[in-house]
């Protein structure tokens, strides 16, 4: 890919964000006060995960640690380690037995990292606690050949979905203390993304060839219809939830993307995103649900994170990650700071986590 060194204003112009549809919009804080200034990021650092665990990784995911940092999950084509980016730069690496290729990582609120993968056949739950302790595996027997996870808000619970080749989808909820699978039951859709919240769980899904959100009760019964959402058909890439329960979704087409906000059952936002090719489009939301941030990557588009007004549409900043051409994954916010996955190219191609404050 050619290399295209360009200012960020210039980026600013020649990546438009259009908005095709926005409801609801506000313009002030409460009582009529004005809204908070939007946040400013810089890149503050950068850590070289294939130097910190001394092989050529690839990331498979990230995510917030309630007791601070970030820890992502990387894997080679045999191994697999789990290691905790603090919000200082600071790094503490573990290795796990090794994961599937699209192996995902969640972590309770005391630190305990819980990863879920499918190999052979087998949905294997693994609970890594802080500290020395031995990591204690759970496995599923099952059909599919790949599963997305989310925790209960206390983390006493896994949910994977797994959806099936040909059939319905599986939900399974697995107590983590004790790694009994809770409940099984078939979905009438096929979840990518899940995400837990006090009302219950959310998934991004696909029905029909369309992308859909879709929610369900604690004891994964469906709560109401799924919400198609609008658009061409496009692949799901990523979801959230807001602190008041709004969920955040962005889908991927060939050349371009969309982020969509669902509050109930209604679109509120919708956002087309252009320079999209080579990032996984995955996103992380601020805790007042007010902003998202949207890694962005393509031809003659210098990779960077997005920030987006999630009331308005609007697009209020890009900071710029790699000084020319690259990829990017994934994202996660911990406190004041963002942490995404990727590669510049022209760095020696190492697997990158760039540190946002």
Not at 42 to 64: E, F, K, S, W, Y
Not at 196 to 206: E, I, K, N, R
Not at 231 to 242: F, N, Q, W, Y
Not at 307 to 332: F, K, N, Q
Request: proline fraction near 8%; charged fraction near 15%; aromatic fraction near 2%.
């Amino acid at each position: 890919m050619p290399t295209a060194r360009r200012t960020a204003a210039a980026l600013l112009a020649a990546v438009p964000l259009g908005v095709a549809l926005v409801t609801g919009c506000t313009a002030t804080g409460g009582d009529g006060d004005p809204a908070p200034a939007p946040p400013s990021w810089t890149r503050a650092g950068t850590i070289d995960l294939d130097t910190t665990v001394n092989a050529d990784v690839r990331p498979h995911d990230l995510a917030a640690d309630p007791t601070g940092g970030v820890v992502a999950l990387v894997g080679s084509s045999d191994r697999s380690w789990l290691v905790h980016l603090g919000d200082d730069g600071s790094t503490v690496r573990r290795e796990i037995p090794a994961a599937g290729p699209d192996a995902e990582v969640a972590v309770t609120p005391d630190g305990t990292a819980v990863v879920a993968g499918i190999r052979d056949g087998v949905l294997t739950v693994l609970t890594v606690p802080p500290g020395d302790a031995e990591p204690t595996p759970t496995t599923v027997a099952t059909a599919a050949t790949r599963s997305t996870l989310a925790l209960s808000p206390d983390g006493g619970t896994l949910v994977a979905a797994l959806p099936a080749e040909a059939g319905p989808a599986e939900l399974v909820a697995v107590d983590v203390a004790t790694g009994q699978v809770a409940a099984r039951t078939a979905a009438d859709v096929s979840p990518t993304h899940l995400v837990t919240g006090a009302d219950g769980l959310t998934a991004l899904a696909v029905r029909d060839g369309q992308p859909v959100l879709a929610r369900f009760t604690a004891d994964l019964r469906p709560a109401g219809d799924p919400v198609v959402l609008p658009g061409a058909p496009a692949a799901p890439a990523g979801l959230a939830l807001t602190a008041d329960g709004r969920a955040v979704a962005s889908v991927a087409g060939p050349t371009s993307g969309r982020l969509v906000v669902v509050d109930g059952a209604e679109v509120t936002t919708e956002v087309e995103l252009s320079g999209t090719e080579d990032s996984g489009l995955d996103l992380a939301v601020d805790a007042d649900g007010r902003y998202a941030y949207v890694p962005l990557a393509a031809y003659q588009v210098e990779p960077g994170i997005v920030t987006v007004d999630l009331a308005t549409g609007e697009r209020i900043g890009r900071t710029v990650l790699c000084p020319g051409a690259g990829s990017l994954g994934a994202i996660a916010a911990s406190g004041d700071t963002l942490v995404a996955t990727g590669v510049c190219l022209g760095s020696g191609l190492t697997t990158t986590a760039f540190l946002l404050r």
